[in-house]
């Protein structure tokens, strides 16, 4: 048996305090004082949104931001992770307890020693929100490049896609690209196929997070396989925020059929449950994938990460040995 635990993958989309551990967060309640926050039960992505803030706000030391990177990174390589691509605000903490600059430098400082100490790599997605001003953006993405080539490798956009779509933001994501930083938006998750397009043309996206309701278009769909833009794909987050029905109606197999290129993620853990060993477990036995499939979607993983080349060429390698092994 072909244990996906063996398999080597990057995780390239999760949200660094959505990845905390739920005990974690249950201590720092305790720490705080105070009951710890509900982080099930939304109802919608505004309450998801609420939940995750205040899930946010028991985050008040350098300390505790510090022991939540390391344990993020941690669990990514328990399931088997050889990079992960964190995303990470830093205006959260900028009234707490640092300048940007000095939030960006922690993060990258314990997320690349506990890396190294695993023997994994780390990089992070400087990730601005789409419901500060687009001059936030812009003045977070100019801060962002100067930590290009030591620890910040690519720049995204959350929250709420409907509510915020992508073109005033185009001039903060052409100063990340200009910069050497990835353009790796939320797109294609609240807001149809419009909205992946804007992504790939206006914030030229070449990897999107979510990017699944592109699938409502089919002359879109084969857009992305001939480009090679890569879908970072979280099966449990779509179901969970009301993007798919149920999880056996997820588009993931039918955009892997047409050719686009995905990976398979875990979003928010603290929030939705499943890691991303689960994520993967579960396209195996619900959605169904071939361990072909489950491999192509490995290889994507490290072939679209922002990752030094050595690991990429050396883990692709490993994918390729992981399917030549008996299954
Ligand atoms: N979408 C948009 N913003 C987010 C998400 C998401 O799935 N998770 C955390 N912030
Ligand atoms: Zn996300």
Redesign the pocket.
């Known amino acids: 048996m072909r244990t996906l635990l063996d398999l080597p993958k990057a995780h390239l989309?999760l949200?660094l305090e959505g990845a905390m551990r739920p005990a974690t967060l249950a201590d720092f309640a305790t720490t705080a004082g105070e009951a710890a926050p509900a982080t099930r039960g939304f109802t919608s992505f505004a309450e998801f949104g609420g939940m995750y803030r205040d899930a946010v706000a028991f985050l008040r030391t350098p300390d505790q931001l510090a022991r939540i990177t390391r344990e993020v990174v941690a669990d990514a390589a328990e399931s088997g992770a050889v990079w992960i691509e964190a995303q990470m605000n830093p205006m959260f903490y900028v009234p707490r307890f640092g300048s940007v600059e000095e939030v960006l430098e922690l993060v990258i400082a314990e997320g690349q020693a506990e890396a190294d100490r695993l023997g994994i790599g780390f990089g992070l997605m400087v990730c601005a929100l789409r419901d500060a001003p687009p001059e936030a953006a812009e003045e977070l993405a100019r801060v962002g490049v100067r930590y290009v080539g030591r620890g910040a490798v690519s720049f995204g956009l959350?929250s709420d896609e409907s509510l915020f779509p992508p073109a005033p933001f185009e001039r903060a994501f052409a100063i990340a690209r200009e910069g050497g930083l990835v353009s790796t938006p939320?797109a294609g998750e609240l807001l149809g196929p419009d909205s992946v397009r804007d992504a790939i043309d206006l914030l030229g996206a070449r990897r999107i997070?979510?990017g699944v309701r592109a699938v409502e278009d089919p002359a879109l769909v084969e857009r992305l396989a001939a480009e090679g833009v890569v879908l970072d794909v979280?099966p449990t987050?779509n179901v969970e925020l009301f993007v798919v029905p149920e999880i056996g109606q997820h588009p993931l197999p039918a955009l892997l059929e047409a050719g686009v290129r995905c990976t398979i993620n875990g979003?928010?853990p603290l929030l939705f449950g499943p890691g991303l060993l689960e994520e993967y477990e579960t396209a195996r036995t619900v959605l169904g994938l071939s361990d072909e499939q489950l491999a192509g979607v490995a290889r994507t993983s490290l072939e679209a990460a922002a990752a030094p080349a050595e690991l990429i060429a050396t883990q692709v390698a490993a994918v390729d040995a992981w399917l030549a092994a008996p299954a």
């Open positions: 989309h949200h959350a939320h997070q979510h979280c987050s979003d928010d």
